[in-house]
Nanobody
Framework: QVQLVESGGGLVQPGGSLRLSCAAS???????MYWYRQAPGKERELVAH????????NYADSVKGRFTISRDNPKRMVYLQMNSLKPEDTAVYYC?????????WGKGTLVTVSS
C-alpha cells in the first residue's frame, strides 16, 4: 500500500536550517509530490510542490527564497531544505501525493523554531 514516511524534524533556533526527508513506497514514483504543513490551530497549508521529474517547483509566498523542494527518483525520496527558519514556520510537516484522484499523506514530522 502507499506509504509516505517523513523524517528530519526537530527543534531549531530562528535563522537555523533543517532538511526534511520523505521516503515513498507502494506506488509508482512518477507523481507530483507535495510538502504541506499544519500549525497549531490553523488549516493545512501547501508549502511546496515538485513535478514528477523535478523540472518544475512551486512554493508558498511565505517560504519562497528560504525553502527548496527536491526529489531523487531512483531513491524514491523527496526533500525539503529549510533555511532562515522563523518561529512562524513551526508546524507539523507532511509529505503528500495524489494518486487516481485520492490524496495520500504521511504521519508528519514536527518542526519547532524557537530560541
Amino acid at each position: 500500500q502507499v506509504q509516505l514516511v517523513e523524517s528530519g524534524g526537530g527543534l531549531v533556533q530562528p535563522g537555523g536550517s533543517l532538511r526534511l526527508s520523505c521516503a515513498a513506497s507502494g506506488f509508482t514514483f512518477s507523481t507530483a509530490m507535495y510538502w504541506y504543513r499544519q500549525a497549531p490551530g490553523k488549516e493545512r497549508e501547501l508549502v511546496a510542490h515538485i513535478s514528477s521529474l523535478g523540472r518544475s517547483t512551486n512554493y508558498a509566498d511565505s517560504v519562497k527564497g528560504r525553502f527548496t523542494i527536491s526529489r531523487d527518483n531512483p531513491k524514491r525520496m523527496v526533500y525539503l531544505q529549510m533555511n532562515s527558519l522563523k518561529p512562524e514556520d513551526t508546524a507539523v510537516y507532511y509529505c503528500g501525493t495524489r494518486l487516481h484522484g485520492m490524496d495520500y499523506w504521511g504521519k508528519g514530522t514536527l518542526v519547532t523554531v524557537s530560541s
